[in-house]
C-alpha cells in the first residue's frame, strides 16, 4: 500500500512523544478511514498523567484541538496559520516547542521543532518520491537539508524484534497509515544493512539448543525462548479466520458461550480511536477514553494500553469492570492478540495466544496470564511442537516434543513415585530411555535400538 498519511512526527534526540499510543494519530487515522466528523472530549491517563482532551476535526473547516493538564494548563492548541492552514502547537511549560502546520484538509505539511529563544530550530517536510514519500529534514547545525528515507522491511521475524529494540540510529520517527515508521539518511541507512547483515549472521552461527541434556532434569532443560509470551505482545491475527473456542466435544453435554466469537462484530475496519471508559486494575495501565457518537464501527467493551500500544477488549466483563468470562483481545488494526477465557483482567481458563504473523503461540490452559495446565506451544524458531503439561509459562512434566514434519523427538513421563522417565528419540532409529528422580538427579540410561536385527 505505502504511506499516504503521516499522523504526528518526531525527531528522536529531541521528542519522547510514545507514537504507538499517540492520541492525535488514532485520531486523524480514524478521520482519513471515513472522512466523517469525529467530535469528542476525552480523558487520557498515561503513567499517572491526566490529559483532558477537546476536539473535533471534519471536512473543510480547521481542526478544533485543545489538551490540558489537570491544573487547567493548555498542553496542546490549535492556532490559524496564513491561509486556510492551521498550527497544533505543544507547549512544554509555557514555552512553545513543537508546532505541526496543516493544510485546510488536515494534511500533514511541516513540522517544526522551536529553540529556546522561540526560534525554528529544526523542521521536517514530507516530499514526493517516486514509489512513495520521504522527509526533507533541516537542521540548523546542517548547511542543507537531507533526504530521510522509511527504514526498510525486514522479513525474518527475529531479525525485525532485534531491530525494534536494539538499532537507534534513525532520526525521525513517523506514525502514517502504514503504522509507526522510522526516517533514516543515507550513512544511517548503510549501517542499517550492516546491522542486519550482523543479526543475521549471530542467527546462522547460533548453536541449536536441545530440549534434553544429559544429566539435568527436563524441566531445566526447555528452552523457554521458544515459547516467549513477552515477545509477542504485539501478536496478531486476521480475525476473520479466528475460531470458536466454545465448540465442544460430541459426547459432551453442548454448552452456550456468550459473548463468543460468533457474537463479536467484525471490527477489522474499525477506527483505532473506537473507545469506552474503563478503568484495568491489572499490571495493563488503563486508558481512560469515550467513543465520538459520530464515529462508525463496534465499540469494544474495554481498553487496554500495554508496551505502549492501546489494544481492544471485545467480550464479558464483570461488575468492576474487569475482562471476566470469554473474550478477544484485538490489536489497534483489529486483529486478534489473545482469544479465550479472563478472570479478574487477566488470561486464566482455556484460551489461545498468536504470534505477530498469524502463527498460533500457544492454545491450551492459562492461569493469570501465564501458561499453566495442559497445551500446545508451537516454536517460533522451527515450527516444532511440545504437547503436555505447563507450570509457569515452561513446559514441565508429561509432554510430549514434535518437529514441524511430525517426528517424535522426545516423551515425557511422569511415574506416581515422583520420578521421571525421558524417552529420547535419536536420528539412528534408537531411543535413550532415562529414569531422574524427582530431584532431578539421573538413575539410570540405557539405548535401545527400534529396527529388528
Not at 504511506?3 to 507514537?19: A, G, M
Not at 525494534?164 to 532520526?171: L, M
Not at 546491522?195 to 549471530?202: E, G, L, P, R, Y
Request: aromatic share 10%; proline share 2%; net charge negative.
Amino acid at each position: 500500500m505505502g504511506i499516504h498519511y503521516f499522523y504526528n512526527f518526531c525527531i528522536r534526540e529531541i521528542d519522547d512523544t510514545d507514537l504507538e499510543s499517540d492520541i492525535l494519530s488514532a485520531v486523524r487515522k480514524s478521520y482519513f478511514a471515513s472522512f466523517e466528523k469525529i467530535r469528542d472530549k476525552i480523558t487520557y491517563d498515561s503513567e499517572g498523567i491526566s490529559m483532558l482532551y477537546d476536539y473535533c476535526i471534519e471536512r473543510d473547516k480547521p481542526l478544533r484541538w485543545t489538551v490540558k493538564n489537570l491544573h487547567g494548563g493548555t498542553v496542546e492548541e490549535v492556532l490559524p496559520a496564513d491561509g486556510d492552514r492551521y498550527y497544533l502547537c505543544f507547549y512544554r511549560g509555557d514555552q512553545l516547542f513543537k508546532r505541526l502546520l496543516f493544510s485546510k484538509l488536515h494534511t500533514l505539511l511541516k513540522a517544526e521543532y522551536m529553540d529556546d529563544n522561540g526560534a525554528v530550530s529544526c523542521y521536517i517536510e514530507p516530499r514526493k518520491i517516486q514509489g512513495g514519500l520521504c522527509l526533507l529534514y533541516q537542521d540548523s547545525r546542517l548547511d542543507q537539508p537531507i533526504v530521510l528515507y522509511a527504514m526498510p522491511d525486514v522479513s525474518n521475524e527475529r531479525i525485525e524484534e532485534q531491530m525494534k529494540r536494539q538499532y537507534k540510529d534513525y532520526t525521525v520517527e513517523a506514525s502514517t497509515n502504514e503504522g509507526v515508521v522510522r526516517f533514516l539518511s543515507d550513512s544511517q541507512m548503510a549501517h542499517f544493512r550492516e546491522f542486519v547483515d550482523k543479526v543475521q549472521a549471530a542467527i546462522n552461527n547460533e548453536e541449536e539448543t536441545s530440549f534434553v541434556g544429559s544429566d539435568a532434569p527436563l524441566f531445566e532443560k526447555i528452552n523457554a525462548k521458544d515459547f516467549n509470551m513477552k515477545r509477542n505482545l504485539s501478536a496478531s491475527l486476521d480475525i476473520s479466520e479466528a475460531k470458536n473456542f466454545g465448540v465442544v466435544a460430541a459426547e459432551e453435554e453442548a454448552v452456550t458461550i456468550h459473548n463468543s466469537v460468533d457474537d463479536i462484530p467484525d471490527v477489522s475496519d474499525t477506527p483505532a480511536v473506537d473507545t469506552n471508559v474503563s478503568e484495568n486494575k491489572s499490571d495493563e495501565n488503563s486508558v481512560a477514553l469515550s467513543q465520538s457518537t459520530e464515529a462508525s464501527g463496534a465499540k469494544p467493551d474495554k481498553l487496554i494500553k500495554a508496551d505502549g500500544a492501546v489494544y481492544s477488549y471485545y467480550g464479558e466483563l464483570d461488575a468492576s469492570g474487569n475482562r471476566s468470562g470469554y473474550g478477544r483481545t484485538l490489536t489497534d488494526l483489529g486483529r486478534t492478540a489473545y482469544e479465550g477465557q479472563y478472570l479478574n483482567d487477566k488470561r486464566s481458563g482455556k484460551g489461545a495466544y498468536f504470534y505477530k504473523d498469524g502463527t498460533l503461540c500457544y492454545s491450551g490452559d492459562w492461569s493469570e496470564n501465564v501458561r499453566h495446565g495442559v497445551g500446545i506451544g508451537v516454536s517460533a524458531r522451527d515450527g516444532s511442537l511440545h504437547v503436555g503439561k505447563w507450570v509457569n509459562n515452561k513446559p514441565e512434566g508429561n509432554g510430549t516434543r514434535i518437529t514441524a514434519d511430525g517426528e517424535i523427538k522426545f516423551v515425557c513421563k511422569e511415574l506416581s513415585d515422583g520420578c521421571t522417565v525421558l524417552m529420547n528419540y535419536l536420528d539412528d532409529d534408537t531411543v535413550v530411555i532415562s529414569k531422574y528422580d524427582k530431584n532431578g538427579s539421573k538413575l539410570s540410561e540405557k539405548k535401545i535400538s527400534l529396527i529388528d536385527n
